[in-house]
């Protein structure tokens, strides 16, 4: 089936270190995202990236690094930088530029 | 900053009642309006999206949304709703041409159905 997937779907961390997060899709959409989402706060966006090998910044990139080595793949890490990195993130792409965004299911990362 | 507003955080209705949930955007431009549900345990998903044309859209499971540009509105309606409506629910505007980054969301309404 044609879709996008996250893993790992629950992760735990020490502090201090860093994460990655992976995100791999079939779709053939040029566009990922990475959101995060905490309660009472919607959905925020990390990085994008409209093509491989670019990215950009969205509006909580402090903390976080992403690389866009192919289309299908987009992972997200999360570096010992973020101050507040305990949350549950999402990796969506979109074929265009409609606002139209395919979801995985999320992984949920807790720093202990 | 464009905005997009939920009115509703936690809406708790019984089966069958009236629902409605609230969304305004502050953006005077074209835009396109959207709203995904996000079931326990599953992926966020597209339920209805308006793009242009008639404004009354009609999405999955019988939901439905009207768009009233004068407003700024895109409120959700479901004349009856069920326990499987159970979920959160997320109103998003994309802002005028250009790339998703402008795609602006809501803080999501919990939505408690009661059986």
């Known amino acids: 089936d044609g879709g996008i997937t996250q893993s790992p779907k629950y992760l735990f961390r020490k502090e201090g270190q860093n994460v990655t997060l992976s995100c791999e899709q079939n779709?053939?959409?040029?566009?990922m995202y990475w959101y995060r989402q905490d309660p009472g706060q919607g959905l925020r966006l990390i990085y994008y990236?409209?093509?491989?090998?670019?990215?950009q910044k969205g509006d909580i990139a402090e903390g976080y690094s992403v690389s866009r080595e192919k289309k299908e793949s987009f992972p997200l890490t999360v570096t010992s930088a973020q101050k507040n990195p305990t949350a549950f993130y999402l990796c969506?792409?979109?074929?265009?530029?409609?606002?139209?965004?395919?979801f995985g299911e999320g992984s949920r990362l807790t720093v202990l | 900053a464009q905005s997009v507003s939920q009115h509703n955080h936690h809406v708790i209705l019984s089966e069958a009642a009236s629902l409605e949930l609230g969304c305004n955007y502050s953006?005077?431009?074209?835009?396109?309006l959207f709203w995904y549900v996000q079931y326990p345990g599953q992926h966020l998903q597209l339920l209805l999206k308006?793009?242009?044309?008639d404004p009354l859209v009609k999405g999955i499971k019988g939901f439905e949304a009207e768009f009233i540009k004068s407003k700024f509105s895109f409120n959700l309606r479901k004349p009856s709703v069920q326990w499987s409506d159970t979920a959160e629910y997320f109103c998003?505007?994309?802002?005028?041409?250009?790339?998703?980054?402008?795609?602006?969301w809501g803080l999501g309404t919990s939505l408690a159905v009661n059986p």
């Open positions: 990236s409209q093509i491989v090998n670019d990215f």
């Open positions: 969506a792409s979109s074929p265009g530029n409609t606002g139209e965004l395919f």
């Open positions: 779709l053939n959409h040029d566009a």
């Open positions: 998003a505007v994309k802002q005028g041409a250009g790339n998703n980054r402008k795609l602006i």
């Open positions: 308006y793009f242009s044309g």
């Open positions: 953006y005077g431009g074209t835009v396109n």
